[in-house]
């Protein structure tokens, strides 16, 4: 039998992050350093 792939599927649910998450990103991204010298990049993390 053939499979129909037009149907509609049903509506996912909203995914929000948590605050802890969020947190954590914006917390690295503050101490997170991309230098880019010559042809090379270098990624520090200044803790």
């Given amino acids: ?9 049903n509506a996912t649910p909203k995914m929000l992050p ?12 503050k101490v997170l350093r991309i230098d880019k010298i010559g042809e090379g990049i270098f990624e520090t993390i200044l803790n």
């Fill in 1 to 9: 039998m053939a499979k129909i792939y037009s149907k509609k599927k």
């Fill in 18 to 29: 948590k605050k802890e998450t969020v947190n954590f990103i914006l917390n690295y991204s």
